[in-house]
């Protein structure tokens, strides 16, 4: 998708929820990868990744410097507190640096027409390397045709047109959807697990293969007669005598509270809806639509089947978060 530029994977989050040392074994291609503390890049170096890693947050303390070092770490430098700690850095041996411009996201970078006077202390810095990467992040790259990322790709051109240096621009929508913002590094994190943020689409729509499924197992099928309540504060009411089906899956696993009664799962190919709220260890499910369901039988919550941006619909939320909030009690199984 973006044939002409390297790629940065973004493992945050744990793997984006899938497990750190997991993804990035399966992504060790990658010309480096991006993580939002220290802590990760400690863990990619200790299972033997030798790629450039990017510490997307930035340094917090001047003992981060001697870590960065120890570890071969490039940092992002977006606020003037980083600064003064390079400047306050007695070390000679260079550090990689990314400087972060606020191109509209108005989080993290700096001002656009500060950025010469900062670039040109960076590159006078002992400390810092000579190759200083541009990069700026955008805020509403998911939608293809809205007029905000074109401005910041606008505003970041004219920023950066008079300072040397590879730029790295585009996030996963913006890989998908705003080819012209690619150039030198792409910063791959959602679409590297299958996922899609971008409205009413999900990864397959863009050819892309979700990495993770959760599912879980039929533990009880009741017989629940009309008018009866189900779960939690009795949200849902049986029309009719049916048959209720209860899954051993709940917000404690990360699957979320919110999903409203309709959401789908699957049971051997066959969709049936969430009733009532999800508990902390288990759901109810209405098995009206498949009389052959039994105890034991495999329930599928997302995946390739089941699109994870359908159940993150269905909970107001998207499926990044679906998946990063996955807990350590769910079993992981490398398929």
Not at 10 to 37: P, Q, T
Not at 86 to 92: C, F, G, K, N, V
Request: with cysteine; charged share 20%.
């Amino acid at each position: 998708m973006a044939p002409h530029s390297k790629v940065m994977a973004v493992v945050k989050a744990d793997g984006y929820g899938h497990g750190l040392e997991r993804v990035a074994r399966a992504l060790e291609g990658a010309d480096a990868f991006g993580v939002a503390a220290l802590s990760d890049a400690e863990r990619l170096r200790a299972v033997g990744l030798s790629q450039r890693i990017v510490l997307l947050s930035g340094i917090d303390d001047a003992s981060d410097l001697s870590a960065i070092r120890r570890l071969g770490v490039d940092t992002v430098v977006h606020h003037d507190s980083q600064l003064a700690l390079l400047q306050q850095d007695t070390e000679t041996d260079p550090i990689r640096v990314w400087l972060k411009l606020d191109t509209g996201m108005h989080r993290l970078g700096f001002a656009p027409e500060r950025a010469n006077t900062i670039y040109t202390q960076l590159k006078m810095m002992p400390n810092v390397h000579d190759d200083v990467t541009l990069m700026t992040h955008f805020a509403s790259s998911d939608e293809f045709d809205g007029r905000q990322t074109a401005l910041q790709l606008n505003v970041f051109d004219e920023t950066s047109k008079h300072l040397s240096g590879l730029h790295s621009l585009s996030n996963s929508a913006a890989i998908l959807g705003w080819p012209g913002a690619h150039q030198d590094w792409v910063r791959a994190g959602g679409a590297l697990y299958g996922l899609s943020v971008v409205d009413d689409q999900t990864g397959a729509d863009f050819g892309l293969k979700p990495a993770m499924s959760l599912s879980t197992k039929l533990i009880a099928i009741n017989h629940i007669k009309k008018g009866e309540s189900i779960g939690y504060s009795a949200t849902w009411q049986c029309p009719e005598d049916m048959p209720v089906g209860v899954a051993a899956i709940g917000y404690g696993d990360g699957y979320p509270r919110h999903a409203a009664a309709g959401t789908p799962v699957l049971i051997n190919g066959v969709r049936v809806p969430i009733i009532g709220r999800v508990s902390m260890d288990l759901m109810t499910l209405d098995l009206r639509g498949i009389p052959d369901a039994k105890v034991g039988d495999d329930v599928l919550l997302w995946g390739p089947e089941l699109p994870v941006e359908i159940i993150a619909k269905a909970a107001g939320s998207i499926s990044y978060e679906l998946t990063c909030s996955i807990t350590r009690r769910v079993r992981f199984i490398e398929a």
